[in-house]
């Protein structure tokens, strides 16, 4: 019979917030896979747990799943932890997972603490809507087209950052989103969380005179629809309204259809159109 993968979600801090799920299926399963043994150690042992520990991390998530997959295969059941919170959130874990499905190995996911939906509910921006990034990527050219995708982004946005990547990361947003409200929540679940609901352009004034300590998460406002339709609006009437029709009428769109759409990108009626085009 196969056995098993599962995901067990660990406290991002406070050890309290162990589920008893999590503990029995880690005292029971054959195996613990660890992003990190040296750190994982020092919570089995908090909750004395003997299972055997196995590390399995980014750098040989691909070798070492494959070794999983077969004991899994043989029937043996194969418990995965990250460093803090769920594994396969901007962790190698998501590799794992797929390679169990093309497998035909079993997953299941033990649900508890994660950082960014933590974050999220204590940042008092809203909820309904977020979009989750993660950490940034370092290679310039990524990070670029990642930040230029969320100028223009609507939902909430969380991200991760380092503390000593903190200020660049706030100069960027700066740059690239302007102008909106941000909540940096650091030391989750631990005895000096905080969350500082400010503003970009002063969180990054703030931590230039102050080094962040610990590691963060950023929830930011997404962009207002109201602002997109002003900007869309603004860029439109930068045109003459002959000017307007002519980009529609280009494209085989006939005149009263053109006429229809530039009235609707100016946010007038398609009879101050004709009237303008008749006075031209």
């Known amino acids: 019979m196969a ?6 979600a660990t406290p991002i801090g406070n050890l309290e917030d162990m589920t008893l799920r999590v503990l029995r299926t880690l005292q029971e399963a054959d195996l613990i896979a660890a992003e990190d043994t040296r750190n994982s150690i020092k919570l089995l042992n908090h ?10 991390h980014e750098y040989n998530k691909i070798e070492k799943g494959k070794d999983l997959i077969r004991q899994m295969q043989s029937g043996k059941t194969v418990a995965l932890i990250t460093d803090a919170g769920t594994p396969g959130i901007s962790d190698p874990g998501e590799e794992l997972v797929r390679m169990c499905y093309e497998a035909g190995v079993e997953v299941t996911s033990l649900p508890g603490a994660c950082a960014c939906v933590t974050a999220l509910t204590l940042s008092g921006l809203p909820t309904r809507r977020f979009c989750f990034e993660a950490f940034l990527p370092t290679e310039k050219k990524e990070r670029q087209e990642i930040l230029k995708e969320l100028e223009t982004e609507t939902r909430t946005i969380i991200l991760y950052e380092a503390p000593h990547r903190l200020v660049r990361t706030l100069e960027e947003l700066a740059e690239f989103l302007g102008e909106r409200g941000i909540s940096v929540c650091r030391e989750l679940t631990k005895k000096h969380e905080t969350v500082f609901q400010t503003t970009v352009a002063e969180a990054l004034e703030y931590y230039r005179e102050h080094a962040p300590k610990g590691e963060c998460v950023l929830v930011i406002e997404g962009k207002s629809r109201d602002a997109i339709r002003a ?3 603004k860029k439109w009437e930068e045109l003459s309204v002959k000017e307007h029709m002519e980009h529609y009428l ?7 259809e053109a006429m229809k759409l530039v009235a609707k990108d100016r946010g007038v009626s398609k009879r101050d159109i004709y009237q303008e085009l008749l006075e031209k």
């Open 3 to 8: 056995g098993k993968l599962y995901l067990c």
């Open 47 to 56: 909750f004395d747990i003997k299972t055997p520990m196995t590390s399995y």
């Open 231 to 233: 900007e869309e609006q």
């Open 250 to 256: 280009s494209q085989g769109i006939d005149k009263k």
